[in-house]
């Protein structure tokens, strides 16, 4: 697409324009076809260059920011990707604790002690868990993202899709180059806006990046102590507790109830330990310990691991809210300690539900009654719930999961009741 020159900037912030650069861009009209919006990308942009300006964005980051900017279709094509198929939660982990990921772990652990150590007394984060995010998040440093965030999200904004929401985090990254943390060219990223090695959204950036090594910069891109506590500060502030751990694994008792692990029941450990809970061997709990609130957390269902969560996995999910994450994070976390991730227990012989078959699914739900919302593929906590209503009736197992069994299950239920009212 044409490109911005200084003489729009001139009209659209009031500026004198530079000699030599009086040669405006034609103007595009190419709608945009893939959103809500259909103006050209440089009618938004002049749009939104003035939304900045009246925001307090100043003329020079604007020009910094947006001279020579077009929009990128390759934003627009992962924004709407929709993988058809996504791995199951053991591969997903099996991944995530990497012999090299762990290796490299403790390799960093002691290559940044003194950093570690200021950061566990300052903010009382275990430097297990942030060594595990730094490695979750963008492998120790190594792969950051390629992607223009100015230009990832000017697309993202433009596009049309939560618009709202992208205006807002291109804002924000244009503050963080006002205040001189980074330029314009040098913020890079993920195609979502995701920056550094801690991969913070830029509204997540101005309100939880630290300066550690004292340099005036909050620098999680090249900066490792910047990074590690901005995490910490990141953690800090979502109620992370001094002290404790993020969960266990535990044996559930043979007639245990499934309903029981919604994620919503907390009980005390001692409580879940008096319903027959059992801990891995070896681990024992003082009396502060037993009275930790704990929910129970079943990732493949009834048939494979459970875990006690506690209040740090919940502080997890605020910094990415996938519990396939958090739980990576901390079994990564236990994996720098020396723990062991075993595959042992998890159902690998499932197929996960395609996209396809998890909106089949949704739609039968809804269709026998059982409210999932709106069909989108994705199974969260409206979905577990409407599955676990029809374990009930059907007398199963009410684990929440999203299986080929339970599909196949629900087909049934759904012709039934079809043919009932046809009859």
């Known amino acids: 697409m044409p490109k911005l020159s200084s003489l729009v900037f001139s009209a659209v912030l009031g500026l004198a324009a530079a000699p030599g650069l009086l040669h ?52 627009i094509k992962s924004d709407q990707s929709q993988p058809e198929f996504s791995r199951p939660v053991w591969q997903y982990l099996e991944g995530a604790l990497s012999p090299w990921r762990i290796a490299r772990g403790k390799a960093l652990l ?37 992607k223009n965030i100015i230009r990832s999200l000017s697309t993202l904004a433009w596009n049309g899709r939560r618009a709202a929401f992208w205006e807002d985090q291109l804002l924000a990254a244009l503050r963080i180059v006002q205040n001189g943390d980074i330029s314009a060219r040098a913020m890079l990223g993920s195609w979502a806006g995701a920056m550094g090695q ?32 901005s995490a910490a500060n990141y953690l800090y502030n979502s109620g992370w507790q001094r002290d404790a751990r993020w969960g266990y694994e535990v044996q559930l008792p043979t007639l245990f109830d ?6 919503e029941q907390r009980k005390t450990l001692k409580e ?45 999910l605020k910094y990415n809210n996938s519990t396939a994450y958090a739980l990576a994070v901390g079994l990564l976390a236990d994996g720098l300690q020396g723990g062991h991730f075993s595959l042992h227990r998890w159902p690998t012989e499932d197929q996960p539900l395609s996209r396809t078959e998890r909106l089949e699914l949704q739609q039968l739900l809804n269709d026998l009654g059982l409210a999932t919302g709106t069909a989108d593929g994705i199974v969260g906590v ?21 299986s080929k069994y339970l599909l196949e299950k629900v087909r049934a239920a759904a012709a039934a009741t079809q043919t009932d009212e046809s009859q």
């Open 24 to 75: 405006a861009a034609p103007a595009n009209n190419t709608p945009a076809t893939t959103g809500e919006q259909t103006v050209s990308f440089e009618q938004w942009r002049t749009g939104f260059i003035k939304k900045a300006r009246a925001a307090g964005i100043e003329g020079w980051v604007l020009e910094q920011a947006f001279t020579d900017l077009d929009a990128d279709p390759s934003i």
């Open 382 to 402: 409206n979905t577990r719930k409407a599955i676990r209503g029809f374990q009930l009736r059907e007398d199963l197992p009410q684990d929440g999961y999203a």
């Open 110 to 146: 002691a290559e940044n002690k003194r950093t570690l150590d200021t950061l566990e007394q300052r903010y009382g984060v275990d430097r297990y868990t942030l060594v595990a995010i730094w490695g979750m998040e963008s492998s120790y440093g190594r792969h950051t993202g390629d």
């Open 198 to 229: 801690t991969q913070f959204m830029p509204t997540t950036y101005l309100e939880h990046a630290v300066d550690f090594d004292g340099n005036g910069k909050r620098d999680i891109w090249n900066s490792a102590p910047d990074a590690l506590a």
């Open 272 to 316: 879940w330990l008096q319903l027959g809970v059992e801990l891995q061997s070896g681990i024992t709990l003082n009396a502060e310990q037993l009275q930790q609130e704990a929910s129970i957390f079943l990732p493949a269902g009834y048939r494979g691991p459970a875990y006690l969560q506690l209040n740090n996995f919940r502080s997890t």
């Open 258 to 263: 499934h309903a029981m692990a919604d994620g």
